[in-house]
């Protein structure tokens, strides 16, 4: 069975970093676009970032661009989100996601992904 798993979040003071990492099984999710997703109670998820297959192509939110990177490791099946200068208002969950659909092209909405993990809580506070 397919799945995802996420780690490395945690409690951090604002200007910390972290890095998230995604692992998958069970399936060759090498071959598509990878995606970070975060969600806050009550509010819709919103895109973070993506890379495409390659990983010679990614996208990120404008909230996050200069701070957040994200990698792929296709060899061990991860990808990972590096965070610098964290903010309070990063505080979320966050969830990876995989888009079967496609290799090359980065999708930025929720629709375009089939396949997510449990998510992994950031808390950025004094």
């Known amino acids: 069975q397919a799945q995802l798993v996420e780690s490395g979040g945690g409690l951090v003071q604002p200007g910390d970093s972290l890095r998230l990492s995604c692992a998958a099984s069970g399936s060759d999710f090498n071959l598509y676009v990878k995606a970070w997703f975060r969600q806050a109670p009550g509010k819709e998820r919103e895109f973070v970032a993506a890379i495409n297959w390659p990983g010679a192509i990614t996208q990120y939110a404008d909230s996050v661009k200069g701070r957040f990177t994200i990698s792929r490791d296709n060899n061990k099946n991860t990808v990972d989100l590096q965070l610098n200068d964290l903010k309070p208002e990063d505080t979320d969950m966050y969830y990876c996601?995989?888009?079967?659909?496609?290799?090359?092209?980065?999708?930025?909405?929720?629709?375009?992904?089939?396949?997510w993990g449990q998510g992994t809580q950031v808390t950025v506070s004094s």
């Open positions: 996601a995989v888009d079967a659909n496609h290799k090359f092209v980065v999708e930025t909405t929720v629709t375009s992904y089939d396949t």
